[in-house]
């Protein structure tokens, strides 16, 4: 079955501790993208990308860096920069064009104590 | 910029209409909606192309107004599996697949 996988599903870390999070599709997509979501709020774009090796800053980049070394994989590294890192985080990919639907991952929910 | 979406909730009983607005003050190519159970991924319902067209699933159906900037989603004859937030997601030209979301419209059904 095609589809994205995000792992884990929930997540702790410590206060000032970098944490990465996984996010792999087989769905053949170029381009993947973060989205944070808060509670009683909308998706916010933190990163995506557009084909390997390539990517750019969304919305709220900042204390969150990205790699994509691979088509299926694009993991997301939520540095001790970022000042308030606990939300749901969701990936996604679509086929690289203007107008294709986006295919959500079911989400990591990243909790910093 | 973020779209303004509207209501920002709404109860229904099952059966019933209802109409979740979204407006964007940039010129846009194309209107995604999503809906969202509690905890788990947004699902894709459809996406709306410029020239004001109008496209349904089921008894979901949407409208887009580019010269307004506006689309509009209408539930029909609601059913239980219909509760969940819903959110657009707007593209203006040239975003090539980047989208901006609105903040969500909570839809609770109730028999």
């Known amino acids: 079955d095609g589809g994205i996988t995000q792992s884990p599903k929930y997540l702790f870390r410590k206060e000032g501790q970098n944490v990465t999070l996984s996010c792999e599709q087989n769905?053949?997509?170029?381009?993947m993208y973060w989205y944070r979501q808060d509670p009683g709020q909308g998706l916010r774009l933190i990163y995506y990308?557009?084909?390997?090796?390539?990517?750019q800053k969304g919305d709220i980049a900042e204390g969150y860096s990205v790699s994509r070394e691979k088509k299926e994989s694009f993991p997301l590294t939520v540095t001790s920069a970022q000042k308030n890192p606990t939300a749901f985080y969701l990936c996604?990919?679509?086929?690289?064009?203007?107008?294709?639907?986006?295919?959500f991952g079911p989400g990591t929910r990243l909790t910093v104590l | 910029q973020q779209p303004v979406q509207s209501p920002q909730a709404v109860i229904l009983r099952e059966g019933e209409d209802a109409v979740i607005n979204c407006s964007s003050s940039?010129?846009?190519?194309?209107v995604h909606w999503y809906r969202q159970k509690h905890g788990e991924a947004p699902v894709f319902l459809m996406i709306?192309?410029?020239?004001?067209e109008q496209k349904g699933h089921e008894k979901i159906s949407a409208s887009f107004n580019e010269k307004k900037q506006q689309s509009s989603l209408y539930l029909t004859a609601s059913q239980l599996s219909y509760s969940g937030t819903y959110f657009c997601?707007?593209?203006?030209?040239?975003?090539?697949?980047?989208?901006?979301f609105g903040a969500g419209t909570q839809v609770v059904v109730t028999p």
């Open positions: 996604a990919s679509s086929i690289f064009r203007d107008y294709n639907e986006q295919f």
């Open positions: 769905l053949n997509h170029d381009a």
């Open positions: 990308s557009q084909i390997v090796n390539d990517f």
């Open positions: 940039k010129a846009l190519y194309s």
């Open positions: 709306l192309l410029k020239g004001g």
């Open positions: 997601g707007t593209a203006p030209p040239d975003s090539w697949g980047k989208l901006q």
